[in-house]
Antibody, heavy 119, light 106 residues
Framework: QVQLQESGPGLVKPSETLSLTCTVS????????WSWIRQPPGKALEWIGY???????NYNPALKSRLTLSVDMSKNQFSLKLGSVTAADTALYYC?????????????WGQGTKVAVSS | DIQMTQSPSTLSASVGDRVTITCRAS??????LAWYQQKPGKAPKLLIY???SLESGVPSRFSGSGSGTEFTLTISSLQPDDFATYYC????????FGPGTKVDIK
């Protein structure tokens, strides 16, 4: 069965770039969209964006100017880079699979990785 | 952008109770609405999509209804495993989640 695992630094300094990677195991990254979603402490979920296995992307307009998603099919991984971070970017970051070809629905999630933005 | 609201924010109920959660969109989203369940320390789990379609493996006590701007999630008979936070999500235009409804033990 498909499993997702996030990885990356747990602490990022303000104004720097937050970089995370999601490794897909138990299945291919091909033919699906893959997404990032975050959850600030005690708050609701926020969709960050998604990327297709061929590199096509769709970003949350609120984050678009700072965001880059990429995919590495050889490693079965996709990645997130969020620039110029502030304390507002402190959150639990999830990667997820968009399980339906015609709808942005998240059917498989990683366990999440905590990222704190602090000097 | 489309804003989502949920009510109530917290709901106290007992095992066996019928529970209803409401989700409202700031503009019409047709039936492009999903519901997720999240337990503490866990990732969300997809329960319902397209307003009323049950995700595979989800118990039939969960049901959804609505269209346009107003939607409901109903749990027909609350079970111990159902105490959790529930989020609605629109996917008509980009993706937005509601603020969540916590269902706790009365």
């Amino acid at each position: 069965q498909v499993q997702l695992q996030e990885s990356g630094p747990g602490l990022v300094k303000p104004s720097e770039t937050l970089s995370l990677t999601c490794t897909v195991s138990g299945g291919s990254i091909r033919n699906y969209y893959w997404s990032w979603i975050r959850q600030p402490p005690g708050k609701a979920l926020e969709w960050i964006g998604y990327i297709y296995y061929n590199g096509g992307t769709n970003y949350n307009p609120a984050l678009k100017s700072r965001l880059t998603l990429s995919v590495d099919m050889s490693k079965n991984q996709f990645s997130l880079k969020l620039g110029s971070v502030t304390a507002a970017d402190t959150a639990l970051y999830y990667c997820a699979r968009v399980g339906y070809s015609d709808s942005t629905l998240f059917d498989i999630w990683g366990q999440g990785t905590k990222v704190a933005v602090s000097s | 952008d489309i804003q989502m609201t949920q009510s109530p924010s917290t709901l106290s109920a007992s095992v066996g109770d019928r529970v209803t959660i409401t989700c409202r969109a700031s503009q019409s989203i047709s039936r492009w609405l999903a519901w997720y369940q999240q337990k503490p320390g866990k990732a969300p789990k997809l329960l319902i999509y397209k307003a009323s379609s049950l995700e595979s493996g989800v118990p039939s006590r969960f049901s959804g209804s609505g269209s346009g701007t107003e939607f409901t999630l109903t749990i027909s008979s609350l079970q111990p495993d159902d105490f959790a936070t529930y989020y609605c999500q629109q996917y008509n235009s980009y993706v937005t989640f509601g603020p969540g409804t916590k269902v706790d033990i009365k």
